[in-house]
């Protein structure tokens, strides 16, 4: 846990009294509740920033993990966890107590990048997306990586080609997008667009995990020919890689106790 340094976030709500306690927070349903209140965040992200966008009453505790927020909230210790919604839907998915709030705080379009010009793999990353919403089969991958209760269901198997080799890049930490399962394979829903993508090119998939802020860099050095792990198309990114098709709306998104 840290406490934020920073000038315009030293206000954090305390317990009034000693017959107050900490755990005994009033129950929060709705996002007209959120302002004002005690969030939760992972330290060394902008998710305070963003939430003070749209809620400027909000003061903040600082946890080592976007999980240990989530716990936190379930003990008490604060009144929200704000993160990346899928993220979140994810933990209280395993989590039972916790629930995600159906307003997000912020709204973000996710997709998949490419090097500039590289108008091949976009191309095919996009009727990839076009394909899964036109036959049914995104439904399936929601209910795949992002089920209402438990663990994400395991990867399925596609075939992929031989003509070539498709370097994704990716940052396996981004549960249920990319991350390691239990027989210390790379897997998610953004592996799954990967192979789908790959097997549209005729080529074989290969998986780089990285760091997350080393993938842009990557991809620009020719270091992998596409990346993706639960990551935001901005107008600054574009400056430097060509995005696909959003393939998932997300953004930052309240876990309350349930």
């Known amino acids: 846990m840290r406490i934020a340094k920073r000038p315009f976030l030293m206000a954090l709500a305390v317990c009034a009294s000693v017959l107050t306690s900490c755990s005994a927070r009033e129950k929060i349903t709705t996002y007209e509740q959120l ?3 005690q969030f939760g965040i992972p330290t060394g992200t902008v998710v305070d920033q963003l939430v003070l966008s749209q809620l400027p009453k909000a003061t903040f505790l600082y946890f080592n993990t976007v999980l240990d927020a989530a716990i936190a909230v379930k003990a008490g210790k604060v009144d929200v966890a704000a993160y990346d919604e899928p993220i979140l839907r994810n933990i209280a998915a395993k989590n039972p107590g916790l629930v995600v709030l159906p307003k997000k705080i912020t709204t973000d379009d996710y997709g998949f990048a490419v090097r500039l ?6 191309n095919a990353v996009d009727a990839v997306i076009r394909d899964v919403h036109a036959n049914g089969d995104y439904d399936k991958m929601i209910a795949r990586w992002l089920p209402a209760n438990g663990e994400p269901q395991a990867m399925p198997t596609i075939a992929t080609g031989t003509n070539g080799v498709l370097r994704f890049g990716t940052a396996a930490v981004t ?3 990319s991350f390691v399962d239990g027989t ?3 897997v ?4 799954e667009f990967a192979a789908l993508t790959a097997a549209k090119l005729g080529r074989r998939l290969e998986i780089v995990n990285m760091d997350f802020g080393g993938m842009i860099p990557a991809l620009i050095a020719g270091k992998v020919d596409m990346i993706g792990a639960c990551i935001t198309i901005t107008a600054e990114r574009r400056k430097s890689v060509l995005f696909s098709d959003t393939y998932y ?3 930052i998104s309240a876990l309350v106790r349930q």
């Open 35 to 37: 302002d004002g209140r």
């Open 117 to 122: 010009g590289d108008v091949e793999i976009k």
């Open 175 to 177: 549960e249920p997008f």
């Open 184 to 186: 210390r394979q790379v």
């Open 188 to 191: 998610g829903m953004d592996i």
């Open 249 to 251: 709306v997300g953004g």
